[in-house]
């Protein structure tokens, strides 16, 4: 046995025997160094055995710390098959999320955005009103259809750290991410058509098939590996399905990586039934895992998937800078960009080319992805302290969005109403299922910095749904 396996079967036993109980910081790398006479490399190397036994986890500048064994046993359970396609609902639902105003302290937990008040941010702001004041006034015209030359050479540097080697010819910019599913969805599909998606799943997706007239098959997905290929198999030998759409990376709301070995067979289903898969990775980049999860269009040889992301959760949603890359369905997208908003903005794309060219924006995301990974340790302690016993809680590998769920008993529409009182909103789990599954569930937002004010909230939404349990 190697020197750094004893090491992690000594901490692995003290782990156990309740001597470093769950939360406590393990003693350091170079501690643990010069109490067991064993290089630093060594004792990294059994930290990583440690992490990969799910025992402990690394939180970035602050160390080791054991993990919460409740957290182990708690994650979300797998939805049960849909047995047919069905036509989309929940758009009165999705609609109240998104258009709920901004009042004056209210905790917003309910919506996927990104904190946007960081530092690392205000070089971005400078540029914006640099490429206002260009006297040629480049930015007040309309840009190619296909979006800024220099963002999308931009855009492709950074696909390589996913396996992506694209060239920016074959990128197209779109008005936000929104933009970019709907032209994917449209470039290979028709009113009528099956789409297959992962389950819960991303509510701007499935009603972007709403509106297009399409159905929804919902296949289960694993909260750690993603969709179940087992199940999409039975479901395209049942019905003519015509894409997969899912967020394999960083998925909103599971948060979960789909490991490449899955991502490989999935690609290899779609060549054996010869349909697209439309990826969304537009919460790729802030895997906490370096270098960031491969996507799946990096195995892909023959063009069949769409690549679908933005800058809306790595920067800034105002921005409305996002992009496809469509593969063999290019010159189709292209027409489908064309009749949908024809040359998206030019000034805000001026000025995220220049910000990834000077380097701000790599250490914009190093940041985030940081405060993200803290704030998830943060917030899933705060929902395990005041939740009833028995909730069941993601595992994010990303991001910054915790998807939770509670006793069946428990509507969390209604739950979303009674917090109102408190000026706390949430985001209901119906709105992530075409048919309207996950009413015990909701999906919490993490990103923002977190306070006291927050800890309050989290308490009253853990009280509301204990009442409201009690009154059941």
């Given at each position: 046995?190697?020197?750094?396996?004893?090491?992690?079967?000594?901490?692995?036993?003290?782990?156990?025997?309740?001597?470093?109980?769950?939360?406590?910081?393990?003693?350091?790398?170079?501690?643990?160094?010069?109490?067991?006479?064993?290089?630093?490399?060594?004792?990294?190397?059994?930290?990583?055995?440690?992490?990969?036994?799910?025992?402990?986890?690394?939180?970035?500048?602050?160390?080791?710390?054991?993990?919460?064994?409740?957290?182990?046993?708690?994650?979300?359970?797998?939805?049960?098959?849909?047995?047919?396609?069905?036509?989309?609902?929940?758009?009165?639902?999705?609609?109240?999320?998104?258009?709920?105003?901004?009042?004056?302290?209210?905790?917003?937990?309910?919506?996927?955005?990104?904190?946007?008040?960081?530092?690392?941010?205000?070089?971005?702001?400078?540029?914006?009103?640099?490429?206002?004041?260009?006297?040629?006034?480049?930015?007040?015209?309309?840009?190619?259809?296909?979006?800024?030359?220099?963002?999308?050479?931009?855009?492709?540097?950074?696909?390589?750290?996913?396996?992506?080697?694209?060239?920016?010819?074959?990128?197209?910019?779109?008005?936000?991410?929104?933009?970019?599913?709907?032209?994917?969805?449209?470039?290979?599909?028709?009113?009528?058509?099956?789409?297959?998606?992962?389950?819960?799943?991303?509510?701007?997706?499935?009603?972007?098939?709403?509106?297009?007239?399409?159905k929804a098959l919902e296949i289960p997905t694993d909260p750690v590996t993603g969709i179940s290929l087992e199940a999409l198999e039975m479901a395209l030998e049942q019905w003519p399905v015509k894409a997969i759409q899912l967020t394999p990376n960083c998925n909103n709301p599971l948060g979960y990586n789909m490991p490449d070995d899955r991502k490989k067979s999935l690609l290899r289903l779609a060549q054996r039934y010869d349909i697209a898969i439309i990826e969304d990775d537009v919460y790729g980049e802030l895997a906490y895992q370096y270098p960031r999860p491969a996507t799946i269009t990096s195995f892909d040889e023959d063009g069949r998937v769409l690549l679908c992301s933005s800058f809306s959760k790595t920067l800034a949603p105002g921005l409305r800078v996002g992009w496809i890359a469509p593969g063999r369905y290019h010159d189709r997208a292209l027409h489908m960009k064309y009749i949908t908003t024809g040359a998206s903005?030019?000034?805000?794309?001026?000025?995220?080319?220049?910000?990834?060219?000077?380097?701000?924006?790599?250490?914009?995301?190093?940041?985030?992805?940081?405060?993200?990974?803290?704030?998830?340790?943060?917030?899933?302690?705060?929902?395990?302290?005041?939740?009833?016993?028995?909730?069941?809680?993601?595992?994010?590998?990303?991001?910054?969005?915790?998807?939770?769920?509670?006793?069946?008993?428990?509507?969390?529409?209604?739950?979303?109403?009674?917090?109102?009182?408190?000026?706390?909103?949430?985001?209901?789990?119906?709105?992530?299922?075409?048919?309207?599954?996950?009413?015990?569930?909701?999906?919490?937002?993490?990103?923002?910095?977190?306070?006291?004010?927050?800890?309050?909230?989290?308490?009253?939404?853990?009280?509301?749904?204990?009442?409201?349990?009690?009154?059941?």
């Amino acid at each position: 046995m190697n020197r750094y396996e004893n090491l992690a079967n000594v901490l692995s036993d003290r782990i156990e025997q309740g001597l470093y109980p769950a939360g406590i910081r393990l003693p350091s790398v170079r501690v643990l160094s010069s109490e067991h006479g064993v290089s630093v490399s060594t004792v990294q190397q059994a930290y990583r055995v440690l992490e990969e036994k799910q025992l402990v986890e690394a939180r970035p500048k602050s160390g080791y710390f054991v993990k919460d064994a409740r957290l182990q046993a708690a994650l979300p359970a797998v939805c049960r098959p849909t047995q047919r396609p069905v036509d989309i609902s929940q758009w009165d639902q999705v609609l109240e999320l998104i258009t709920s105003p901004h009042r004056p302290g209210v905790v917003q937990l309910g919506r996927g955005s990104p904190d946007v008040t960081a530092a690392t941010l205000r070089p971005l702001s400078r540029l914006m009103g640099r490429a206002g004041q260009h006297q040629n006034l480049n930015a007040f015209h309309y840009d190619s259809i296909y979006g800024s030359e220099e963002l999308r050479e931009q855009i492709a540097r950074l696909m390589i750290d996913s396996g992506s080697h694209m060239d920016a010819s074959n990128i197209l910019i779109t008005t936000g991410c929104h933009e970019a599913l709907s032209i994917a969805i449209r470039s290979v599909c028709e009113q009528g058509d099956i789409v297959a998606v992962d389950s819960p799943s991303f509510h701007g997706a499935m009603q972007t098939l709403k509106g297009f007239g399409m159905k929804a098959l919902e296949i289960p997905t694993d909260p750690v590996t993603g969709i179940s290929l087992e199940a999409l198999e039975m479901a395209l030998e049942q019905w003519p399905v015509k894409a997969i759409q899912l967020t394999p990376n960083c998925n909103n709301p599971l948060g979960y990586n789909m490991p490449d070995d899955r991502k490989k067979s999935l690609l290899r289903l779609a060549q054996r039934y010869d349909i697209a898969i439309i990826e969304d990775d537009v919460y790729g980049e802030l895997a906490y895992q370096y270098p960031r999860p491969a996507t799946i269009t990096s195995f892909d040889e023959d063009g069949r998937v769409l690549l679908c992301s933005s800058f809306s959760k790595t920067l800034a949603p105002g921005l409305r800078v996002g992009w496809i890359a469509p593969g063999r369905y290019h010159d189709r997208a292209l027409h489908m960009k064309y009749i949908t908003t024809g040359a998206s903005a030019t000034l805000p794309q001026i000025a995220i080319a220049d910000f990834i060219k000077q380097g701000h924006y790599l250490q914009h995301m190093r940041r985030m992805r940081n405060q993200y990974q803290r704030n998830l340790c943060t917030m899933a302690d705060w929902v395990m302290k005041y939740f009833p016993c028995g909730t069941r809680v993601s595992r994010p590998q990303g991001g910054f969005l915790l998807w939770i769920e509670l006793d069946e008993r428990v509507d969390t529409q209604r739950l979303n109403r009674l917090l109102e009182e408190h000026l706390v909103q949430i985001a209901i789990g119906s709105i992530f299922s075409a048919s309207g599954k996950y009413r015990n569930c909701l999906r919490i937002n993490y990103a923002q910095p977190l306070t006291a004010k927050t800890e309050r909230a989290i308490q009253q939404v853990g009280l509301t749904i204990s009442q409201m349990l009690e009154n059941c």
